[in-house]
């Protein structure tokens, strides 16, 4: 009698096991699908947690930091080649490093800024046309326009009031072009200035004008394409130095002590410098100047 009631009762909870298993099983397939039904319906495709999202956004600050101090990587270079040449000399150098580091890294920001606004200009010409084009009158078309691209800076807000309540607008523009970086807003002031009585004209000019834009931009990309074996010619011979001191360390002549701790070797390295440094700015002047020619 008891054994059948034993029996009957691991029957029961094998049952019971076998019940949960599924309706966990059932719950899993279940959330999967809502889950892929969420990817379909949202544009974003998953929705995170707020664990990962956290973590999602520290990361994005470490790397809005990394990008903002980089010139500060040199600092571990220095302190592996201080480790092992046993010297202090490459952290002190890095006084001298970090500064030109950060006025290379200035100048390239720069750079890329003023390249930005150039390309923004070119679509606020396409985007003017396509406005004039749509029937709006000309300060709507560019007030439009202006808000779509957000190239100017601190002179959106003078060719925008200009736009706006019928001011000089290629006065407005003209200032603008003073920017680095917007030197063609000054043919948009001159084709406003010649058809500014009438939508059809001006968007003919501008038309012309973006396409002049464009011609230029895509001379300006053949040339970089062109000086890029240059570039990396001077990169290369940027590295010979670092080359030889590894294939000194690999043949067991230890260069950094000889370098860091005999008088000699200190001659020799700041010498060496020296040489580098003038080698880089002429080859970098010479390169620059084909560019800007």
Do not use: N, Y
């Amino acid at each position: 009698m008891s054994g059948g009631a034993t029996v009957g009762m691991s029957d029961g909870a094998s049952f019971a096991a076998l019940l949960c298993v599924g309706v966990a099983a059932w719950l899993a397939v279940v959330q999967d699908q809502g889950r892929r039904r969420a990817r379909v319906l949202f544009v974003d495709g998953v929705v995170e947690s707020p664990l990962r999202e956290r973590r999602k956004r520290i990361q994005a600050w470490f790397q809005e930091r990394l990008r903002a101090r980089r010139e500060w990587l040199c600092l571990p270079v220095a302190l592996a080649i201080a480790v092992l040449g046993e010297s202090v000399l490459p952290v002190l150098a890095v006084a001298v490093a970090v500064p030109l580091m950060q006025r290379w890294l200035r100048r390239r920001a720069l750079t890329q800024e003023w390249e930005r606004r150039a390309d923004g200009v070119v679509a606020l010409c396409g985007a003017v046309v396509g406005e004039l084009r749509a029937g709006h009158e000309p300060g709507q078309a560019l007030l439009v326009a202006v808000r779509g691209t957000g190239v100017m800076g601190t002179a959106e807000a003078a060719v925008s009031a200009a736009a706006r309540f019928g001011g000089d607008v290629p006065g407005a523009l003209g200032q603008a072009a003073r920017e680095p970086g917007l030197d063609g807003l000054a043919g948009v002031a001159a084709c406003w200035r010649v058809a500014v009585d009438g939508g059809t004209g001006l968007a003919a000019g501008l038309d012309r004008l973006e396409g002049a834009l464009r011609a230029e931009r895509r001379r300006r990309e053949e040339l970089r394409a062109q000086l890029a074996g240059a570039w990396s010619t001077v990169a290369v011979l940027a590295l010979l130095p670092v080359l030889g001191l590894g294939l000194g360390a690999a043949l067991g002549a230890d260069p950094l002590r000889v370098l860091l701790h005999t008088p000699a070797g200190l001659v020799c390295l700041v010498t060496g410098g020296l040489l580098e440094a003038a080698g880089l700015c002429w080859a970098g002047r010479i390169v620059r100047a084909g560019e800007t020619a």
